[in-house]
């Protein structure tokens, strides 16, 4: 079975400061990874996935698969950026449904 | 291009009770996910329907069952509900395809007393 993990359940950086926050994952097949990021009293919004390979508002992310990992990363921290991120991977299951295994979250604190 | 819209916003039940949420697609969506997210957890999948059919389900009891509409918005019934039922209820939309993306509603809160 897939799972997500995600080992901080608080992040706190300042403003400026380099962010990452961690993920890793375990499944047998091929991974379609995602970052969600939920801001305060907004729906969960995709932030990226690995197949786009896009920045999005400063935010990457490179699928490690050696390492089973997906870790998302910034430069520099700023304060729009306090949320709560969720890493996510998607598979196929034999019925063709493509269900997403979300980790428990970080929250990302940017202190001014 | 409408977004993804759940109702209600909030509901409370009490245990052994059913409750019936309901979610209107995205535009263009036909595809729609349903996920439990309990407090201080990542959304779990419960199962997602495409073509008015179930297409994959999560580790959920058959307490959990659904219904897709021909206009593509979906039900998520619970019967028989149990205190650890109290979460907040997310829908997802996406068109059958697997490069895209799931687009989430705003949630339901279930509290069951």
């Known amino acids: 079975a897939q799972r997500v993990t995600q080992p901080e359940k608080l992040l706190s950086v300042f403003k400026g400061a380099p962010v990452e926050l961690k993920c890793n994952y375990s499944?047998?097949?091929?991974?379609?990874l995602f970052w969600y990021v939920q801001y305060s009293r907004q729906r969960l919004q995709l932030l990226l996935r690995h197949i786009s390979r896009e920045s999005i508002k400063g935010f990457t992310a490179d699928l490690n698969k050696g390492e089973t990992s997906f870790h998302l990363k910034k430069p520099f921290a700023q304060e729009e950026d306090s949320a709560m991120y969720y890493c996510a991977l998607e598979r196929g299951s034999g019925a063709g449904s493509y269900q997403l295994t979300f980790g428990k979250g970080t929250k990302l604190s940017v202190i001014p | 291009e409408t977004g993804v819209t759940q109702s209600p916003t909030h509901l409370i039940k009490t245990r052994g009770q059913q409750v019936t949420l309901r979610c209107s697609s995205q535009s263009g969506h036909n595809t729609v996910s349903w996920y439990q997210q309990a407090l201080g957890q990542g959304p779990q999948f419960i199962f997602q329907y495409y073509r008015e059919e179930e297409n994959g389900r999560g580790n959920f009891p058959p307490r959990f069952s659904g219904l897709q509409f021909p206009n593509y918005s979906s039900e998520l019934n619970v019967n028989a509900l149990e205190l650890d039922d109290s979460a907040l209820y997310l829908c997802?939309?996406?068109?059958?395809?697997?490069?895209?993306?799931?687009?989430f509603g705003p949630g339901t809160r279930l509290t069951v007393l």
């Open positions: 499944y047998s097949g091929s991974p379609e």
């Open positions: 997802a939309s996406s068109r059958r395809d697997r490069t895209d993306t799931q687009y």
